[in-house]
Protein backbone atom coordinates (compact mmCIF):
# COMPACT_ATOMS: atom_id res chain seq x y z
CA UNK A 1 0.00 0.00 0.00
CA UNK A 2 1.54 3.32 -0.87
CA UNK A 3 2.11 6.58 1.02
CA UNK A 4 -0.90 8.79 1.43
CA UNK A 5 0.36 12.47 1.89
CA UNK A 6 -3.64 13.76 1.71
CA UNK A 7 -4.28 11.32 4.78
CA UNK A 8 -0.86 12.20 7.02
CA UNK A 9 -1.46 15.75 6.14
CA UNK A 10 -5.12 15.18 7.34
CA UNK A 11 -4.73 13.20 10.23
CA UNK A 12 -1.50 16.43 11.17
CA UNK A 13 -4.02 18.82 10.99
CA UNK A 14 -6.59 16.94 13.52
CA UNK A 15 -3.48 15.57 15.84
CA UNK A 16 -2.39 19.40 15.81
CA UNK A 17 -6.17 20.70 16.41
CA UNK A 18 -6.35 18.49 19.89
CA UNK A 19 -3.25 19.54 20.93
CA UNK A 20 -3.59 23.32 20.40
CA UNK A 21 -6.78 22.92 22.10
CA UNK A 22 -5.85 21.58 25.08
CA UNK A 23 -2.24 23.09 25.34
CA UNK A 24 -2.37 26.30 23.23
CA UNK A 25 0.65 27.10 20.80
CA UNK A 26 3.06 27.93 23.41
CA UNK A 27 2.40 24.75 25.10
CA UNK A 28 1.95 22.80 22.17
CA UNK A 29 4.87 19.97 20.98
CA UNK A 30 5.42 18.59 17.43
CA UNK A 31 7.03 15.29 18.89
CA UNK A 32 3.43 14.89 20.55
CA UNK A 33 1.46 16.04 17.77
CA UNK A 34 3.56 13.85 14.88
CA UNK A 35 2.82 10.68 17.60
CA UNK A 36 -0.58 11.25 17.68
CA UNK A 37 -0.80 11.64 13.89
CA UNK A 38 0.70 8.02 13.63
CA UNK A 39 3.59 10.41 11.64
CA UNK A 40 7.45 11.25 11.13
CA UNK A 41 8.05 14.78 13.19
CA UNK A 42 9.76 15.75 9.82
CA UNK A 43 6.28 15.48 8.35
CA UNK A 44 5.04 18.54 9.95
CA UNK A 45 8.18 20.77 8.70
CA UNK A 46 7.88 19.33 5.37
CA UNK A 47 3.40 19.98 5.45
CA UNK A 48 3.84 23.46 7.42
CA UNK A 49 7.05 24.27 8.08
CA UNK A 50 6.91 25.49 11.10
CA UNK A 51 4.90 24.73 14.53
CA UNK A 52 3.31 28.13 13.92
CA UNK A 53 2.22 27.30 10.50
CA UNK A 54 0.45 24.57 11.41
CA UNK A 55 -0.66 26.79 13.87
CA UNK A 56 -2.71 29.20 11.06
CA UNK A 57 -3.10 25.65 8.93
CA UNK A 58 -5.19 24.39 12.11
CA UNK A 59 -7.36 27.59 12.32
CA UNK A 60 -7.92 28.46 8.90
CA UNK A 61 -9.11 24.52 8.63
CA UNK A 62 -11.61 24.76 11.57
CA UNK A 63 -12.44 28.08 10.57
CA UNK A 64 -13.17 26.68 7.15
CA UNK A 65 -15.48 23.66 7.93
CA UNK A 66 -17.20 25.98 10.32
CA UNK A 67 -18.42 28.25 8.24
CA UNK A 68 -19.50 25.18 5.79
CA UNK A 69 -21.92 24.35 8.71
CA UNK A 70 -23.03 27.63 9.15
CA UNK A 71 -23.54 29.62 6.33
CA UNK A 72 -23.69 33.67 7.08
CA UNK A 73 -27.21 34.81 6.60
CA UNK A 74 -27.72 38.59 6.73
CA UNK A 75 -31.12 38.55 6.40
CA UNK A 76 -32.24 36.45 9.18
CA UNK A 77 -29.35 37.69 12.04
CA UNK A 78 -31.10 35.65 14.75
CA UNK A 79 -31.18 32.26 12.85
CA UNK A 80 -28.07 33.00 12.31
CA UNK A 81 -26.82 33.26 15.89
CA UNK A 82 -28.46 30.25 16.99
CA UNK A 83 -27.25 28.28 14.42
CA UNK A 84 -23.65 29.30 15.59
CA UNK A 85 -24.65 28.98 19.29
CA UNK A 86 -24.92 25.62 18.36
CA UNK A 87 -22.03 24.81 16.30
CA UNK A 88 -19.86 26.48 19.36
CA UNK A 89 -21.25 24.35 21.82
CA UNK A 90 -21.53 21.07 20.14
CA UNK A 91 -17.42 21.54 19.52
CA UNK A 92 -16.12 23.83 21.97
CA UNK A 93 -12.52 23.33 20.53
CA UNK A 94 -13.03 25.48 18.07
CA UNK A 95 -13.15 28.64 20.63
CA UNK A 96 -11.20 27.12 22.87
CA UNK A 97 -8.35 27.12 19.56
CA UNK A 98 -9.40 31.32 18.75
CA UNK A 99 -9.18 31.90 22.55
CA UNK A 100 -5.13 30.24 22.81
CA UNK A 101 -5.02 32.36 18.94
CA UNK A 102 -6.47 35.73 21.31
CA UNK A 103 -3.85 35.32 24.01
CA UNK A 104 -0.75 34.06 22.48
CA UNK A 105 -0.68 36.37 18.83
CA UNK A 106 -3.09 38.69 19.43
CA UNK A 107 -4.67 40.63 16.17
CA UNK A 108 -6.55 39.43 13.55
CA UNK A 109 -4.77 37.61 10.76
CA UNK A 110 -5.55 38.88 7.06
CA UNK A 111 -7.51 36.22 6.39
CA UNK A 112 -9.85 37.24 9.89
CA UNK A 113 -10.15 40.30 8.94
CA UNK A 114 -11.39 39.43 5.76
CA UNK A 115 -13.90 37.26 6.78
CA UNK A 116 -15.18 39.72 9.56
CA UNK A 117 -15.39 42.95 7.21
CA UNK A 118 -17.02 40.76 4.21
CA UNK A 119 -19.84 39.65 6.11
CA UNK A 120 -20.11 43.65 8.22
CA UNK A 121 -20.18 44.49 4.33
CA UNK A 122 -22.98 42.27 3.50
CA UNK A 123 -25.00 43.14 6.74
CA UNK A 124 -24.52 46.74 6.20
CA UNK A 125 -25.60 46.23 2.11
CA UNK A 126 -28.54 44.11 3.20
CA UNK A 127 -30.01 46.85 5.51
CA UNK A 128 -28.72 49.73 4.06
CA UNK A 129 -26.37 50.62 6.45
CA UNK A 130 -22.51 51.99 6.90
CA UNK A 131 -20.03 49.45 7.44
CA UNK A 132 -19.17 50.30 11.01
CA UNK A 133 -22.91 49.51 11.65
CA UNK A 134 -22.75 46.23 10.09
CA UNK A 135 -19.68 45.34 12.00
CA UNK A 136 -21.14 46.35 15.39
CA UNK A 137 -24.19 44.41 14.33
CA UNK A 138 -21.32 41.25 13.50
CA UNK A 139 -20.07 42.00 16.67
CA UNK A 140 -23.05 41.73 18.36
CA UNK A 141 -23.89 38.24 17.01
CA UNK A 142 -20.69 36.50 17.34
CA UNK A 143 -20.61 37.72 21.70
CA UNK A 144 -24.23 36.00 21.09
CA UNK A 145 -23.15 32.85 19.54
CA UNK A 146 -20.32 32.76 22.36
CA UNK A 147 -21.73 33.15 25.07
CA UNK A 148 -22.47 30.04 26.43
CA UNK A 149 -19.49 28.53 25.59
CA UNK A 150 -17.50 31.09 27.56
CA UNK A 151 -19.28 31.27 30.58
CA UNK A 152 -18.72 28.73 33.28
CA UNK A 153 -21.81 26.33 34.00
CA UNK A 154 -21.97 27.11 37.58
CA UNK A 155 -22.72 31.06 36.52
CA UNK A 156 -24.89 30.53 33.42
CA UNK A 157 -26.98 27.80 35.32
CA UNK A 158 -27.20 29.41 38.92
CA UNK A 159 -30.60 27.51 39.37
CA UNK A 160 -29.41 24.21 39.20
CA UNK A 161 -31.97 23.50 36.48
CA UNK A 162 -31.70 20.64 33.99
CA UNK A 163 -28.76 21.85 31.52
CA UNK A 164 -30.62 21.08 27.99
CA UNK A 165 -33.39 22.87 29.09
CA UNK A 166 -31.38 26.37 30.48
CA UNK A 167 -29.32 25.56 27.35
CA UNK A 168 -32.99 25.97 24.91
CA UNK A 169 -33.76 29.08 27.01
CA UNK A 170 -30.57 30.68 26.95
CA UNK A 171 -30.68 30.07 22.76
CA UNK A 172 -34.27 31.59 22.72
CA UNK A 173 -32.97 34.64 24.88
CA UNK A 174 -29.85 35.13 22.36
CA UNK A 175 -31.53 34.70 19.22
CA UNK A 176 -34.44 37.17 20.46
CA UNK A 177 -32.28 39.37 21.83
CA UNK A 178 -30.42 39.60 18.52
CA UNK A 179 -33.80 40.05 16.43
CA UNK A 180 -35.01 42.70 19.06
CA UNK A 181 -31.18 44.43 18.37
CA UNK A 182 -32.13 43.86 14.46
CA UNK A 183 -35.13 46.08 14.66
CA UNK A 184 -33.54 49.02 16.87
CA UNK A 185 -29.88 49.24 15.05
CA UNK A 186 -31.09 48.37 11.49
CA UNK A 187 -33.51 50.84 10.30
CA UNK A 188 -33.83 49.31 6.90
CA UNK A 189 -34.92 46.02 8.47
CA UNK A 190 -38.59 44.65 8.52
CA UNK A 191 -40.09 43.49 11.85
CA UNK A 192 -38.32 40.37 12.60
CA UNK A 193 -40.28 37.05 11.01
CA UNK A 194 -38.20 35.20 13.43
CA UNK A 195 -39.94 33.52 16.83
CA UNK A 196 -38.23 31.44 18.98
CA UNK A 197 -39.22 30.05 21.81
CA UNK A 198 -40.80 31.89 24.93
CA UNK A 199 -38.60 32.52 27.70
Not at 90 to 107: H, I, S
Not at 140 to 145: E, G, K, M, N, R
Not at 175 to 181: D, E, K, R, S
Request: glycine share 6%.
Amino acid sequence: MGYDSAATRARLLDAAFDEFVRVGLAGARVDRIAAAASANKQAIYAYFGSKDALFDAVLTDRLTVLADMVPFTPADLPGYTGALLDALTADPGLLRLTQWKALERPGASQLERDAHVSKAAEIAEAYGVSLETGMDMLMLVVVAAQSWATTAPEIRNPDDADEPGRLARHRAAMTNAIAATVAELLPGAEAPAHRELRI
